[in-house]
């Protein structure tokens, strides 16, 4: 539609790392308020745009905007209206739940005046206010994506950018993940944008997808226009795998196995 609005506006976005292309010139928008998935095989690129988007690498050649923002010339202005949860470890298992969510308010100048306040509303958005005083390393893997979902929550995001959220948690941590994201994202309107290998979660919770291949995006549109385009009774699974050509990767479930995890899932990107 002529006049929707956007979140996220990509235009020949491209980015190499040395003679190492890992996204290749890709044109992406997504609309204010909507779950976008960002899928494909480990290497396909997603990581990366991601890192472009949040302004955590440097723009290269083409153009990325943040509601209308240009991530190169505004990137303060960008970064304080994103939260993100990346795949890398970000709590320190030392803290207690509160003390990790305080850090993060410090992090992003939450106002000292309302930093207790919105401490306690993400810990309790997020199911985690009966937990807040033990220390991170007791937590269930779960529970260590929830308290990291409620740092990236803390600065109130307009939009909010999940690195595979669900990596290496059982179908009921991850069913509860989602949970938590499904009713924030209800109450703010806040616009998401996810990667994931579980294809059960974005044909369940995506508005529209893009699927991303050799730093290209090779599909897009709503899950159900990806399978129907398939075949009749097409799977997202198997409109995956014609796409990339790639078996999907299943990742254990407490803090040790998070930080492994996650390290491994870095490293192949």
């Not at 944008?193 to 893009?210: F, G, K, P, S």
Request: net charge neutral; with cysteine.
């Amino acid at each position: 539609m002529s006049d929707e609005k956007y979140a996220v506006v990509c235009r020949g976005l491209r980015h190499a790392f040395g003679g190492a292309v890992a996204v290749d010139g890709i044109d992406l928008d997504v609309a204010e308020g909507e779950i976008f998935g960002l899928l494909g095989p480990n290497g396909a690129g997603k990581t990366t745009a991601i890192r472009l988007i949040t302004t955590l690498l440097p723009a290269g050649p083409g153009m990325v905007e943040v509601f209308g923002r240009d991530v190169s010339s505004h990137r303060m202005a960008v970064r304080r209206t994103i939260g993100y949860l990346p795949q890398q470890l970000s709590a320190d298992g030392a803290l207690t739940g509160r003390e990790n969510v305080e850090l993060f308010a410090r992090l992003f100048d939450v106002p000292r005046a309302e930093r207790k306040e919105r401490v306690r509303e993400v810990l309790a958005a997020v199911g985690l206010a009966d937990a807040a005083e033990r220390r991170a390393q007791t937590y269930s893997g779960g529970m260590i994506r929830r308290l990291e979902l409620a740092q990236a929550l803390i600065s109130a995001p307009k939009l909010l950018i999940l690195d595979e959220p669900t990596i290496g948690l059982d179908p009921v941590a991850r069913d509860g993940v989602w949970e938590r994201i499904q009713e924030v994202r209800r109450a703010t309107g806040m616009t998401v944008l996810v990667t994931t290998h579980y294809m059960d979660e974005a044909d369940q919770y995506c508005n529209r997808i893009a699927l991303m291949h050799r730093g290209r995006i090779k599909a897009l549109g709503t899950p159900g226009e990806l399978k129907a385009a398939l075949e009749p009774g097409a799977t997202l699974e198997e409109v995956f795998r014609t796409y990339t050509g790639d078996q999907l990767d299943e990742p254990g479930d407490n803090f040790r196995d998070a930080r492994r995890t996650r390290r491994t899932a870095s490293r192949l990107g």
